[in-house]
């Protein structure tokens, strides 16, 4: 993981009460490492930056030693999607079967089903915190949308200090697919999140 100091800052893209003060940024590229590590980039993808755990100790950060609580925080958006996701997950009766089915006779076609089930979890995790942050205006700035370029590059600016859950759904050659990453933000502070490995797959 790369760690860049910056001294930018920008503005979100919703909300009605955006943090104020140091912010910092994410960047990163999104698609498929193969040999010679290049990436073949996503296609379509949309990249969502939900902000997940507060900076416990700001006044830390001017001694090098910022500190972040990582438990579960259900008011804010990254807590608001995970809570969604393993819940859907959990009561899906049919992705409970068919695990349970592979686990005694897999047959070619479980693995994409399977993906579909989480996929469709995820796009119905998203919605629900979309839905989340209407009702919560004031926190719209928890989630940041950002569309890569053509190489699979992104880049979020004017994130507050905290934790972030970085979710990215897209497709990649001839399947759907999401990818995943997680990070702590101090302020001030620009980390490159390369994701480069798919999480779930689902033939199209």
């Given at each position: ?156 600016e004017g994130l507050a ?18 990818w995943e990453g997680e ?22």
């Amino acid at each position: 993981m790369a760690i860049a100091v910056t001294g930018g800052r920008a503005e979100f893209c919703s909300g009605k009460t955006e943090p104020s003060g140091r912010t910092g940024a994410l960047n990163g590229q999104v698609g498929f490492i193969i040999s010679n590590r290049r990436v073949v980039p996503a296609e379509s993808a949309t990249v969502y930056v939900l902000y997940s755990r507060r900076m416990e100790d700001r006044a830390a950060w001017f001694e090098g030693k910022p500190t972040f609580w990582h438990g579960n925080n259900l008011d804010t958006a990254g807590g608001q999607f995970r809570e969604r996701f393993n819940g859907l997950l959990a009561g899906n009766k049919e992705l409970k079967s068919l695990e349970k089915r592979v686990r005694h006779n897999p047959q070619p076609e479980d693995v994409n089903q399977m993906g579909a089930y989480y996929l469709r979890s995820v796009d119905e995790a998203l919605t629900w915190v979309h839905s989340y942050l209407t009702k919560h205006p004031d926190r719209g700035w928890e989630m940041k949308t950002v569309t890569p370029d053509g190489r699979g590059f992104w880049s979020a600016e004017g994130l507050a200090p905290g934790g972030y859950d970085v979710v990215v759904r897209g497709k990649l050659l001839q399947y759907d697919t999401d990818w995943e990453g997680e990070v702590d933000l101090p302020p001030d502070t620009t980390i490159s999140l390369p994701l480069t490995r798919p999480r779930f797959l689902s033939h199209e």
